[in-house]
């Protein structure tokens, strides 16, 4: 009796097996679960526009998997059916010819990296089934200028290429592509996670007072921007928010700021001055570091915390402030020059 139990569990378990095996069809290697299918691999030589097949040894294409297109250097436009539910992470990675993309209504998420270094890209048509998509989707695709959403998806919204939440209350992802002076809609409240992160093109950014809050490394590696217009609105301005802006020579900072966060300016080499407001409490660690035009910042009696290497490696950095101020104990503790100001110099 016990053999025949061990032989039931191992035939149980070789139909499971049999069930999730790899299959080939065309240019396309699956595997079939529960009846549905998932596209695991496209042969790399793939070339030209290509339309993904619905149904694949019989059973609907449900999933593209992790990687499944990674690297398949010759697709210069996919267009995905309906059938699909889900496109995984890095599932078309490197693809550095693609230019397009057409998502067909079905699919309700896209992974995180999905479009990673596809530097071709320029457009991509997300449907009203999409309700979820990942982090860093567009990363380094250089060449995107439009994000177009159906009017009808519940989740999100598009407006001149750019992707916003549904009720357009967060700015999402700006195309990498897109080149020039961007003003943010009124009404926007919050930039998000690297929404502007590596536009190399973007020149001039204005942020409307409805903007409360700057999300971390939003505007991380802009190497083109020249000036940021802030009005008064912002109170925080996230990790990394600005980093690594190096033409970025000057920053008007409104009276609502109360943070600037870690990293926020590091590695802005141009940045020559900073006037901090007196409605600011605290400046992260790092947050000017590697700044190494900045001459002289002025710090109110409102700041009571200045983070780690704050200002390390600005060589010609002077400090003004109120006598007796944390500032000056700041200075004289970094060994950073001093020089008192008295209200209302800033």
Request: charged residues 10%; contains cysteine; proline residues 5%.
């Amino acid at each position: 009796m016990e053999k025949k139990r061990i032989t039931a569990a191992a035939a149980a378990a070789e139909a499971a097996a049999a069930a999730v095996s790899s299959a080939t069809e065309g240019i396309y290697t699956y595997r079939v679960e529960n009846g549905e299918a998932i596209i695991t691999r496209c042969d790399s030589n793939a070339a030209g526009a290509i339309e993904v097949p619905a149904a694949l040894g019989g059973c609907p294409v449900r999933n593209i998997g992790e990687s499944a297109f990674h690297g398949c250097s010759k697709l210069t436009s996919v267009t995905i059916p309906g059938s699909v539910r889900s496109i995984g992470k890095y599932a078309f990675c490197k693809c550095a010819s693609l230019k397009s993309v057409n998502i067909l209504g079905g699919a309700s998420s896209i992974g995180s990296y999905a479009f990673w270094e596809c530097g071709s890209l320029t457009t991509i048509t997300i449907p009203g089934s999409v309700t979820i998509i990942g982090d860093y989707v567009f990363l380094d695709c250089g060449s995107l200028t439009v994000i177009d959403v159906s009017a009808g998806n519940p989740a999100y919204s598009s407006s001149d290429g750019v992707l916003f939440s549904k009720n357009t209350s967060e700015l999402i992802q700006y195309p990498r592509g897109k080149a020039g002076a961007y003003v943010i809609p009124s009404g926007v409240k919050s930039i998000g996670y690297a929404a502007f992160s590596a536009c190399g093109s973007l020149t001039t950014i204005t942020i409307p007072g409805s903007v409360t809050s700057i999300g971390e490394w939003a505007f991380n590696g802009c190497g083109s921007l020249t000036g940021v217009d802030m009005e008064k609105g912002v109170t925080s301005i996230g990790d990394g928010a600005f980093n690594s802006c190096n033409r970025l020579t000057s920053v008007a900072f409104p009276g609502s700021v109360t943070s600037i966060g870690n990293y926020a300016f590091r590695n802005c080499g141009s940045l020559s001055s900073v006037t901090i407001p007196q409605s600011v409490a605290s400046i992260g660690g790092y947050a000017f570091q590697n700044c190494d035009s900045l001459t002289g910042v002025i710090i109110p009696g409102s700041v009571t915390s200045i983070g780690d290497a704050a200002f390390a490696y600005c060589a010609n950095l002077t400090i003004y402030g109120a006598p007796g101020s944390y500032a000056e104990t700041y200075a004289v503790q970094h060994g950073i020059p001093f020089l008192p100001v008295q209200p209302p110099a800033w």
